[in-house]
């Protein structure tokens, strides 16, 4: 069973808001990444970390912000939510390079009204 | 053109049957596969890798043709349990892993 958590788990939040989605994982893994996956599409990552005070964009164009401050720990924040962010946010992380096995968290599934 | 394309079924299968499907992908400098399963609203995880030579665990094999850019995912004597979405993944030529929208699978008794 994989060493990774998410919270929240479920967040409906109304516009304007600001939020935080918290991903740690007790691993040691050095790479992280934060995935949105919409119902029956594909995963489209938007962030990645290759260890401490890494971050970089993803494929997919995203209004979110990352912080890499502790290895076990990659936050995800959005400054003002829109109902087009309304989607799941899965994170995950991997020993070493993109090749390697990825784990994933639960998943938040954020609705934003 | 998507880069990973999968038949989105769904591949409604009676318990005990083999089931194949296929997923394509369009860069031919891609470098390694991968299939993963997802339960309905779970987290992905890695089912296997799919190596040049092909590979075999247990029930399922993965094949991979480079000549025509597609990888295989058989499943033999198929159970309830593997009701599932499985993606199909690949790593591009810019180590990046690219998602395939999944093939979803039922397994009816």
Request: net charge negative.
């Given at each position: 069973e994989a060493d990774i958590y998410q919270t929240p788990r479920y967040l409906v939040i109304g516009t304007g808001k600001k939020i935080t989605l918290e991903c740690s994982q007790t691993?040691?893994?050095?790479k992280m990444y934060w995935y949105q996956q919409d119902p029956g599409m594909e995963l489209h990552l938007i962030h990645y970390s290759y260890g401490v005070n890494s971050t970089e964009k993803g494929d997919l164009s995203s209004e979110s912000t990352v912080s890499r401050i502790r290895t076990e720990h990659f936050p995800l924040t959005l400054e003002s939510a829109r109902p087009s962010h309304t989607s799941q946010y899965l994170c995950a992380s991997s020993?070493?390079?993109?090749?390697n096995e990825q784990f994933f968290g639960p998943g938040t599934r954020l609705t934003v009204l | 053109r998507k880069e990973v394309e999968q038949d989105p079924g769904p591949f409604n299968v009676p318990e005990g049957a083999t089931v194949a499907f296929n997923c394509t992908y369009s860069n031919s400098a891609s470098q390694s596969f991968f299939w993963y399963r997802q339960d309905c609203r779970k987290e992905p995880k890695l089912l296997m890798s799919v190596y040049s030579s092909g590979n075999e665990d247990g029930r399922f094999t993965a094949q991979l043709n480079r000549a025509s850019q597609y990888i295989s995912l058989l499943i033999r004597?198929?159970?309830?349990?593997?009701s599932a979405t499985y993606l199909c993944v690949v790593k591009d030529s810019n180590y990046q892993l690219i998602w395939g929208a999944g093939t979803k699978l039922i397994i009816k008794p």
């Open positions: 691993m040691g893994h050095d020993e070493s390079d993109f090749g | 004597d198929s159970k309830l349990s593997d």
